[in-house]
Antibody, heavy 120, light 110 residues
Framework: EVQLVESGGGLVKPGGSLRLSCAAS????????MHWVRQAPGKGLEWVSC????????YYADSMKGRFTISRDNAKNSLYLQMNSLRAEDTAVYYC?????????????WGQGTLVTVSS | QSALTQPASVSGSPGQSITISCTGT?????????VSWYQQHPGKAPKLMIY???NRPSGVSNRFSGSKSGNTASLTISGLQAEDEADYYC??????????FGGGTKLTVL
């Protein structure tokens, strides 16, 4: 069974940093472009970033550029999101998604999400 | 990149068909056949329902179908069932090599 499990969320003060992780099981994450998507409380889904299978291509939503860094360790079957200079508006559930061989722009599998709360 | 435009809500009775629209621009939906649809029940992670405009992943009911005309993509659910009640989101690849989501549509099964 394909499974993605996020971790690393929590409460952080404005201006602080947090590193999210996403561990894959049941499939080889290294073959797929992987994404981070977030959802603020009571709001819709917002695409955050993606990274190609070999890390050759990395893209970010405009509001995250310069503050967030996506990376992956294919040997560990894991995906990461380093978030710096966090703001209250970054408060959201963060999901990792991708895989299942539907293509680079499709999130065939999703994790359960990890909550990031930015508050003083 | 502006969000794709979806109706905030749609509703239908069991057995009926409904269609959810997703309007973008020539920089996303209008140019690329990389439109996907996701279903999200309250408190749950999203689930892929349609990819590449009209393809259904294995395991998704054939009551779900997708199409596109110009800058607007559509998701149609036929034979509505109570379990279809959820939020639905479209997403498209863009000319900036990013993805953009729609604002989401709440489907109510009456």
């Amino acid at each position: 069974e394909v499974q993605l499990v996020e971790s690393g969320g929590g409460l952080v003060k404005p201006g602080g940093s947090l590193r999210l992780s996403c561990a894959a099981s049941g499939f080889t994450l290294s073959r797929d472009t992987m994404h981070w998507v977030r959802q603020a409380p009571g709001k819709g889904l917002e695409w955050v970033s993606c990274i190609s299978s070999s890390s050759s291509y990395i893209y970010y939503a405009d509001s995250m550029k310069g503050r967030f860094t996506i990376s992956r360790d294919n040997a560990k079957n894991s995906l990461y999101l380093q978030m710096n200079s966090l703001r209250a508006e970054d408060t959201a559930v963060y999901y990792c998604g991708g895989g299942n061989d539907y293509g680079d722009y499709v999130m065939g599998a999703w994790g359960q999400g990890t909550l990031v709360t930015v508050s003083s | 990149q502006s969000a794709l435009t979806q109706p905030a809500s749609v509703s239908g009775s069991p057995g009926q068909s409904i269609t959810i629209s997703c309007t973008g621009t020539s920089s996303d939906v209008g140019t690329y056949n990389y439109v996907s649809w996701y279903q999200q029940h309250p408190g749950k992670a999203p689930k892929l329902m349609i990819y590449d405009v009209s393809n259904r992943p294995s395991g998704v009911s054939n009551r779900f179908s997708g199409s596109k005309s110009g800058n607007t993509a559509s998701l149609t659910i036929s034979g509505l069932q109570a379990e279809d009640e959820a939020d639905y989101y479209c997403t498209s690849y863009t000319s900036s090599s990013t993805l953009v989501f729609g604002g989401g549509t709440k489907l109510t099964v009456l």
